[in-house]
Each structure stands twice: as C-alpha cells, then as structure tokens.
C-alpha cells in the first residue's frame, strides 16, 4: 500500500468520525443573525464589543498612549533586576509571529472579494479596537504569571484567570477562575496542534509545490511531501528545545524579516500603480459606506472586515498573552502597552498592505472571485502581484514559508504551556509534547485533517467567550496597573535613573 493510499485512508477516517461533531460544534460558535440583509457571527460580535469597551474604559489609550508603547519598545523604561526571560522587542515579536500568517495573504483576499474594497476600511477600525483588548489580556497575563525556581515563567488565561478571581471574589472566584482555567488550556493545546501547526505546514507545503512544478514537480510526491515535513519538524523541534529564549531570537529576526520582504513587494506594487493610489483609496472609503454588489450593503462590508480583523490578530483570545508574559518587566502595564502594537502591526499595516495591493492591481481573478467564482485566496493575492513582478510568486512562498514556521513555533510555546498546566513540567512531560507537536508537524505534509481544522478554530473562538468573561470582571485590576506604571514613568522622566535599583519595588495590591 503507498503511503499516498494511507494518507488518504486516514484523511477520510477521521473526516468521517468528526465531521459531526465539527459542523455541530462549528454552527454553535459561529451563530450567526440575520443583520441587514447579512449573517453576523455572534462570536465577532462579542470581540468588537470587547474592543469598544475597553476602548472606552482605558480612554482611547490605545492612541494616547502609542508613542510610550514604542519607546517601551525600544528599552527606554527597562529596569535592572527585572523577572522575566526576554526583553519588550523579542516578547513582541514572538506573539506577532503567531498572528501575522496565511490569514493575512489569503485571507484579506476573500474579504475583499465578498466585502468589496470597503471591507477593508472596516477591518482597519477593528484591528484598532482590538489595540484595547490586547493590551488588558496582556497586562493581565504579566501581572498574574507564574516564575519557576529554574527562571523560567509560564504565563496566560490559564494563569491569570484563577489568580485574579480569587483574588477579586475569593472562594467562588478560585472555584470558577480553576475550571475556565482547565478549558481554557485544553482549547489553546488543541489550536496548537490542528490549526498553529499541522494546517500552517499543510498549507505552505502546498504553496511550495505550486512553484515546484505542481504534483509532478520534485516535491509533489508522497515522498517530497514527508521529506519536507521532517524538515520541517526538525527545525521546529531544534527551536523548541530551547523553550523561550531561543523562540524569541529566531522570531526576533525572522518577524522583522518576513514583514520586510512582504511590505516591500507591497510597496513596489503600489509604487508602480502611483497614479492608481487616490481611487483606491477613494473606493475604499465610498466601499464602506455605500458598496455595490455585497450582500447586507454597508452592514455586509463591516461584517466581513470585523471578521477578517477578527480573525487575524486574535485580539481577546487570550493567545498571545502566553508569549508576553515572559518578558522582563517589573510593571505589568508596561508589556500591555507593548502588546497594544500587536493588532496595529497585523491588521492596520500587513492587512491593510494586501488589501491596497489587491485593490490597486486589480487582478483579473479578484474581478472573478467578486462575481462569485471560486477562487482561493493566496491566489488573487499573487496575481496582484505578479501584475508587477512576473516572479513574485517564488517570493511569495519565501514569505508564506517563513510566516508558517514562525507561527509554528509561537503555536509550539502556547501549546506547551498548556500541556504544562494540564500535565505538569516534569521533563518526562515536556519531551512527550515536543514529540507529539513534531510529529504533528511531519503530519501536516501529508495530511489534511481539514474536519480536525475546522474544530481548531471553534474551540480557538470559544476560548474568546471564556478569556473576555474574565476580562470584564478584571479590568479593574488593569486601570490600577495602568497607573502605577504611568508613575514610573514620570519618575523616570524626572531621573533617568529611576527603578534601576537591585531591589525589587513592593507588589502592588489589586484588590478592588
């Protein structure tokens, strides 16, 4: 039997035992209303209200305070003596790296494909509100994290939702704050292994044979296919194994990196297209308003950016709070602004890129998705490129490929952060899940696992419901964090030399 047959017995067994599950599960998370002529998802509905809220309670603080989160940034506020295992830029780039992926080439594509170029205006306003909620997930995750005797730290909703409840509403606080705790390791271990690792790798596989000469080309094997998940999986399990710390140093590269070489191709498209830049423009704003030919009108337009935005930068799910938590900071609020650039970078810069690139293009198969023709997404996005660099698509895998192994290996800490709450840190334990998420890797080369996918991304999107729930009821918690950091900083202003003391500064209590 070739392992093309085995692979493809398996692909069809597991579709069969869980699809459905996955379609029950799917239609409970993804409840859409009717809205306008349109179907609005509930769950996107409670991230952009999560948005507004936060926006509103932290007064517009994602603007106001911008320019403090890129000096934090850039170590203008380190202090000496801080816990942690990575500084502001690498903590910011490991979370990026786990956002920043095929949702952005492919996935911007569709929405302005069923959204029209108005879809567009509507994701940026989202990725800006999302700018709040990250920011109060994260100062949580810093404030609550666990520091290990080893110096390492482990962080996240698995952490900050029992202490902070306790701490907040003591005994029924604990009980509540350990079971969302529980759900909420199992689902982020589950994303990890379906959707931050076996699909990234099944889909960049897929790119690299596209300009490999397709099926018939050197990689289009079953063969080729295994060779590259081995690849693959050994570069991810190298990284690993050196927890944090050696994450950090390769995304701290490869982020800067991958952004660069995208924004760039971005840059020449739009360049060459100069003339075309003010109606592009000009349609994205009267696309938002008054679009033609989407479904639900304006209403369609801003479901559609919402959801892509939504989707992209994961605001409020309580991810990237994991990869943060781990820097070195003595003010938890400080991290929190540093993770407010977050969705700006992913939505407002690498989204907003690909969809003024397509838009200025305007390639013929952006036209035929629009009428309704299936079309994928990466697609139409390397024709609006190729309209100006005929190679571009080589290009285009160099970006996916490395957009993919980063958001692996970010996918590989939360994970295991989670096995760890779940199963404890005994080495045992840790060596048992980088076997299994290897072997997940070399998997998602061979495999589709698509039913498994689409489960991925439910249970990623129930851990939003459980995560903003604890949000709301600590956000408190976060204001006083807020201001004890805004204090320092004044300080430091008035002597540079502030905070670099040996001692630690007492905690400061939160009980509100």
């Given at each position: 039997?070739?392992?093309?047959?085995?692979?493809?017995?398996?692909?069809?067994?597991?579709?069969g035992?869980?699809?459905?599950?996955?379609?029950?599960?799917?239609?409970?998370?993804?409840?859409?209303?009717?809205?306008?002529g349109t179907?609005?998802?509930?769950?996107?509905?409670?991230?952009?209200?999560a948005?507004?809220?936060?926006?509103?309670?932290?007064?517009?603080?994602?603007?106001?305070?911008?320019?403090?989160?890129?000096?934090?940034?850039?170590g203008?506020?380190d202090?000496?003596?801080?816990?942690?295992?990575?500084?502001?830029?690498?903590?910011?780039?490991?979370?990026?790296?786990?956002?920043?992926?095929?949702?952005n080439?492919a996935?911007?594509?569709?929405?302005?494909?069923?959204?029209?170029?108005?879809?567009?205006?509507w994701?940026?306003?989202?990725g800006?509100?999302?700018m709040?909620?990250?920011?109060?997930?994260?100062?949580?995750?810093?404030?609550y994290r666990?520091?290990?005797?080893d110096?390492t730290?482990?962080?996240?909703?698995m952490?900050y939702?029992p202490?902070?409840?306790?701490?907040?509403?003591?005994?029924?606080?604990?009980?509540l704050?350990?079971?969302?705790?529980?759900?909420?390791?199992?689902?982020?271990?589950?994303f990890g292994?379906?959707?931050g690792n076996?699909?990234?790798?099944?889909?960049?596989?897929a790119?690299?044979?596209s300009?490999?000469?397709?099926e018939?080309?050197?990689?289009g094997s079953?063969?080729?296919?295994?060779?590259?998940g081995i690849?693959i999986?050994a570069?991810?399990?190298?990284v690993?194994l050196?927890?944090?710390?050696?994450?950090?140093?390769?995304?701290?590269?490869?982020v800067?990196?991958?952004a660069?070489?995208?924004?760039?191709?971005?840059?020449?498209v739009?360049l060459?297209?100069i003339?075309?830049?003010?109606?592009?423009?000009?349609?994205i704003?009267?696309?938002?308003?008054n679009p033609e030919?989407?479904?639900?009108?304006?209403?369609?337009?801003?479901?559609?950016?919402f959801?892509?935005?939504?989707?992209s930068?994961?605001?409020?799910?309580?991810?990237?709070?994991?990869?943060?938590?781990?820097?070195?900071?003595?003010h938890?609020?400080?991290?929190?602004?540093v993770?407010?650039?977050?969705?700006?970078?992913?939505?407002v810069?690498?989204?907003?890129m690909?969809?003024?690139?397509?838009?200025?293009?305007?390639?013929?198969?952006?036209g035929?998705?629009?009428?309704?023709?299936?079309?994928g997404?990466v697609?139409?996005?390397?024709d609006?490129?190729?309209?100006?660099?005929?190679?571009?698509?080589?290009i285009?895998?160099?970006?996916?490929?490395?957009?993919?192994?980063?958001?692996?290996?970010?996918w590989?800490?939360?994970?295991?952060?989670?096995w760890?709450?779940?199963?404890?840190?005994?080495?045992?334990?840790?060596?048992?899940?980088k076997?299994?998420?290897?072997?997940?890797?070399?998997?998602?080369?061979?495999?589709?696992?698509?039913?498994l996918?689409?489960?991925?991304d439910a249970?990623?999107?129930t851990?939003a419901v459980?995560n903003?729930?604890?949000?709301?009821?600590?956000?408190?918690?976060?204001?006083?964090?807020?201001?004890?950091?805004?204090?320092f900083?004044?300080?430091?202003?008035a002597?540079?030399?502030a905070?670099?003391?040996?001692?630690?500064q007492?905690?400061?209590?939160?009980t509100?």
């Amino acid at each position: 039997m070739s392992l093309d047959s085995v692979t493809q017995s398996v692909d069809e067994a597991v579709s069969g035992f869980f699809e459905p599950i996955a379609k029950w599960l799917g239609e409970v998370v993804f409840y859409t209303v009717p809205v306008g002529g349109t179907d609005l998802p509930l769950i996107v509905a409670w991230l952009v209200v999560a948005g507004l809220v936060f926006t509103g309670w932290f007064g517009l603080v994602q603007l106001r305070k911008f320019k403090l989160a890129v000096d934090v940034v850039r170590g203008k506020y380190d202090e000496k003596g801080s816990t942690g295992e990575v500084n502001h830029f690498q903590a910011l780039t490991a979370a990026v790296s786990g956002t920043v992926g095929l949702g952005n080439i492919a996935g911007v594509a569709v929405a302005v494909s069923i959204g029209g170029p108005g879809a567009t205006f509507w994701m940026i306003l989202c990725g800006l509100l999302g700018m709040a909620t990250k920011f109060v997930e994260v100062t949580l995750g810093v404030k609550y994290r666990e520091v290990h005797p080893d110096g390492t730290v482990s962080g996240g909703p698995m952490h900050y939702l029992p202490k902070g409840l306790t701490e907040r509403f003591g005994k029924n606080g604990k009980i509540l704050g350990k079971v969302l705790a529980v759900l909420a390791s199992f689902l982020i271990l589950f994303f990890g292994l379906f959707g931050g690792n076996l699909f990234q790798v099944n889909q960049s596989y897929a790119q690299l044979v596209s300009v490999t000469g397709g099926e018939d080309g050197a990689l289009g094997s079953s063969a080729g296919a295994l060779f590259f998940g081995i690849l693959i999986a050994a570069l991810v399990g190298i990284v690993l194994l050196g927890g944090i710390r050696s994450i950090a140093n390769v995304t701290s590269r490869l982020v800067p990196a991958m952004a660069g070489i995208y924004i760039v191709a971005c840059l020449i498209v739009i360049l060459v297209n100069i003339t075309a830049v003010p109606d592009a423009v000009v349609s994205i704003v009267e696309g938002a308003f008054n679009p033609e030919g989407v479904a639900g009108g304006v209403l369609g337009a801003l479901i559609i950016g919402f959801k892509r935005a939504a989707f992209s930068n994961e605001a409020g799910l309580g991810s990237a709070p994991i990869a943060h938590s781990a820097v070195r900071t003595k003010h938890p609020a400080s991290e929190g602004l540093v993770a407010l650039l977050e969705p700006f970078i992913d939505t407002v810069v690498v989204c907003t890129m690909t969809a003024l690139t397509i838009v200025i293009a305007n390639p013929a198969s952006w036209g035929e998705a629009r009428a309704g023709e299936d079309i994928g997404g990466v697609t139409i996005t390397s024709d609006a490129f190729e309209t100006v660099l005929p190679w571009f698509p080589y290009i285009l895998t160099v970006a996916v490929l490395l957009f993919a192994v980063s958001t692996v290996l970010t996918w590989g800490y939360y994970g295991l952060k989670s096995w760890t709450y779940l199963f404890g840190r005994s080495r045992a334990s840790e060596v048992t899940y980088k076997v299994v998420y290897t072997v997940f890797a070399v998997a998602g080369s061979l495999l589709t696992l698509q039913t498994l996918i689409d489960m991925a991304d439910a249970f990623l999107f129930t851990l939003a419901v459980i995560n903003i729930i604890g949000l709301y009821l600590l956000a408190p918690v976060v204001k006083r964090e807020l201001g004890t950091f805004l204090e320092f900083v004044r300080a430091r202003k008035a002597d540079p030399n502030a905070g670099d003391g040996d001692d630690d500064q007492e905690p400061v209590k939160t009980t509100v």
